[in-house]
């Protein structure tokens, strides 16, 4: 039993991925047994080809286990929905273009982009990109970016935040401290970037300076490393980048979250003893575990749950910081609405579709 609780103490810390359009056995175990604090969405979360009546009434019934398995009331229901080619829902969910697209309609697409959310049950959408396209052969951020100029990209990015925020959904700003120069995709390999604490300042840091302004509620890290910054791990694990510069210079106080600790840039390194306690000590409070990159199979979260469990018992992860950090998510659950799925109407589709368009034949549009 000692052992269990243990493990739910890292649940209170975990986002995690379901591994269909039901539950299965590996699932309802580790809803019930991990009880994560919320829960990411993607497209095989949802029956495809089928009517609109059809698959919503399958993820309704989805979330509803969901909240039946973790015993939470409050749970963060999170979906990757950027617009452009990150949208993992069937139509008729809009299909909005993607950020470098919308300029100054970005606060209007935000919040007509909150509004279905709510319709899915979603309290929490991983956007804004505040990524700077600063790189032309960019493989992983590209357009998703709202500009091509620090000050481009911190205007689409904190409109696009305050567009969801007044809608209901929270955002969150990612990838910290940014992922718009490089070459390679976190996904696949882990890039490394060359950059100075200065080089940052003066491009990287201006978006997420602006949105920390605007009272941005969570950021993600960026699985990259920065050698000249820290030459021994990358951006999630690393005191110097989310202690001194996230939470020191820029005075972040929010919910610092990883990215998904799947992608290849970092997944061997979360298979090694320690590395959990590594990330708290760094600075991360919420870990996303996909269960969509590697491998759909739960015994990977249990290991890095184990991990957690190990490293407070050994002493290498200080009970302080894991109360710290569960303080800032718990702050931030007390204020998440929670949203009961429902369909929308055909009017309200219509006009967001027309909107869609629109962004597309905008001044430097197609």
């Known amino acids: 039993m000692a052992v269990l609780q243990t493990l739910q103490r890292f649940g209170h810390h975990l986002i995690l991925g379901i591994s269909g359009t039901t539950l299965s056995d590996e699932d309802k175990r580790a809803l019930s047994e991990l009880k994560p604090v919320g829960i990411i969405f993607f497209g095989k979360n949802f029956l495809d080809a089928t009517p ?154 201006i978006p997420f300076k602006a949105l920390i302004e605007a009272r941005v509620p969570l950021i993600m890290t960026a699985h990259i490393l920065f050698p000249k910054i820290d030459p021994d791990v990358p951006a999630t694990l690393s005191q110097a980048i989310l202690k001194s510069i996230l939470r020191e210079e820029l005075g972040f106080e929010g919910v610092v979250v990883s990215d998904d600790l799947d992608m290849k840039a970092v997944s061997d390194m979360f298979a090694k003893s320690g590395t959990v306690a590594q990330a708290f000590g760094a600075g991360c409070d919420l870990f996303i575990v996909s269960r969509n990159i590697n491998s759909s199979s739960i015994e990977r979260t249990y290991k890095i749950a184990e991990d957690f469990a190990d490293s407070l018992n050994n002493g290498s992860l200080d009970e302080s910081v894991v109360e710290a950090a569960k303080s800032r998510i718990e702050k931030l659950l007390a204020v998440t609405p929670q949203y009961i799925v429902h369909a929308l109407d055909k009017n309200t589709l219509l006009q967001h579709a027309e909107l869609a368009i629109a962004c597309c034949f905008q001044d430097g549009g197609l």
């Open 52 to 205: 609109y009546e059809v698959w919503l009434e399958s993820f309704k019934d989805l979330n509803d286990q969901i909240r039946q398995y973790t015993e939470r009331d409050s749970i963060f229901m999170t979906l990757d929905h950027e617009g452009g080619r990150v949208v993992r829902t069937p139509l008729p969910i809009t299909r909005f273009p993607h950020a470098l697209l919308l300029r100054s309609q970005s606060h209007k697409v935000a919040k007509a982009t909150a509004f279905e959310l709510k319709s899915l049950g979603i309290n929490l959408s991983w956007a804004p990109v505040a990524d700077i396209f600063s790189h032309p052969q960019n493989p992983v951020i590209g357009p998703r970016a709202f500009g091509n100029t620090p000050e481009t990209a911190a205007q689409g990015a904190c409109d696009y935040f305050l567009g969801l925020q007044e809608s209901g959904i929270l955002g969150c700003a990612k990838h910290f401290p940014g992922h718009g120069d490089t070459s390679k995709d976190s996904h696949i390999e882990l890039p490394i970037l060359n950059l100075t604490r200065e080089d940052l300042r003066i491009r990287e840091l």
